[in-house]
């Protein structure tokens, strides 16, 4: 149990619901979106494929369900997905996809989640004799383990004409994907350039839980009974799409996150001699920082020390500390959040 004065900093997917959210939750229309019939939910599944240039939207419980349906659709079992060797949909799904889809995964250089176009032409070519059939393309946008970097719009559009060429499909993994289109200000017709996209209404936007999954209408017919079979039907189910249209309605505050974090990261650069433990520190320009120690047992005794402060951070890879910038955090907390990392880091 967090206390109420806790400044949680270990992921955007602690933020509460917002009075004006759950006001939306009371007044909404609902139905039985078993037969198509929640009037809220049809809403937000038409808003949100218009939004991005996309056929149609399955309104899914959560950002896995998403990707691994996608996975369904797009291959067969035995085959390969091409993505970065630390992908969300690789790594952190529960080995899903082994279990469901039955895909595997074929790793190709990437920095920050942004594909290797060379590399990636070749892992095609050399697919043709005694490897697996690749099926799909896997980008990540924005890229979780380098710290939510965007990868660029114009790499979208040149993988995805790579992709065409050699027949593959391409997914895109946008949990956070509103982060990557308000910072770059376009890629609005994403449907334009990928077979299907998932993103996520409780990491940053500040829904308690949901996710879209966008597609062709053929996509989505098939999606709804993948949705079914994994247990994922639901009946009033605008009771909580009620608050996932409230969180994308608001969208444009997740620039207020990158400008906490941006203002983190600057206050700590300015006193970076007096951050003795910390070796380096990252800021990818979204809402994440990450802390770089020596070892585990230096960022272990920081987390201890933040804690004693009231703040919770996350420990990633062991010896790197994550900061997750979001809507709960208050610009008053700004100025605590840097004297304290300075005090418990020097
Ligand atoms: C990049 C990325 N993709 C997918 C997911 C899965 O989302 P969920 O936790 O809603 O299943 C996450 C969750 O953190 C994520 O960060």
């Not at 690789?90 to 942004?114: M, P, T």
């Not at 969180?247 to 996150?257: F, G, P, S, T, V």
Request: a negative charge; proline letters at 2%.
């Amino acid at each position: 149990m967090i206390e109420l004065n806790m400044i949680d900093l270990r992921s955007d997917t602690v933020t509460k619901p917002s009075k004006e959210m759950l006001d939306e939750i009371v007044k909404a229309q609902v139905g039985d979106d078993e037969y198509g019939e929640d009037p809220t939910v049809n809403e937000l599944e038409e808003f949100c494929a218009e939004l991005l240039g996309f056929e149609a939207g399955l309104f899914v419980s959560s950002g896995t369900m998403g990707n691994q349906i996608s996975l369904l659709n797009h291959t067969n079992p035995g085959e390969e997905v091409i993505t970065s060797s630390d992908s969300h949909i690789k790594n952190y799904e529960h080995g899903a996809s082994s279990f469901l889809s039955r895909i595997q995964f074929r790793d190709i250089k990437n920095i920050d989640g942004v594909l290797d176009e060379d590399d990636l032409k070749q892992t095609i070519e050399d697919s043709k004799i005694h490897k697996p059939k690749i099926s799909l393309v896997s980008i990540e946008n924005t890229h979780l383990a380098s710290g939510g970097s965007i990868v660029p719009f114009d790499k979208i559009k040149s993988i995805s004409s790579l992709a065409k060429e050699s027949e593959l499909k391409l997914h895109i993994d946008g949990a956070r994907i509103w982060h990557a289109i308000l910072e770059e200000k376009k890629g609005y017709d994403y449907g334009k350039y990928c077979d299907s996209l998932t993103f996520c209404f409780s990491k940053g936007l500040g829904a308690p839980i949901g996710s879209m999954l966008l597609g062709t209408n053929e996509f989505i017919e098939n999606s709804r009974e993948y949705r079914k079979k994994l247990g994922g039907g639901m009946r009033q189910v605008g009771i909580i799409a009620s608050a996932a249209k409230h969180a994308i309605n608001k969208r444009e505050e997740l620039l207020h996150d990158h400008e906490k974090t941006l203002y983190i990261y600057k206050k700590l650069t300015e006193i970076r001699e007096k951050l003795k433990l910390i070796d380096e520190i990252e800021y990818k320009g979204t809402n994440m920082i990450f802390l770089f120690f020596k070892d585990i047992t230096l960022s272990n005794n920081f987390l201890k020390k933040l804690e004693k402060r009231n703040i919770k951070a996350g420990l990633i890879k062991k010896n790197i500390v994550r900061l997750v910038l979001h809507k709960d955090i208050n610009k008053e907390d700004l100025d605590n959040i840097v004297e304290t990392i300075s005090h418990s880091s020097s």
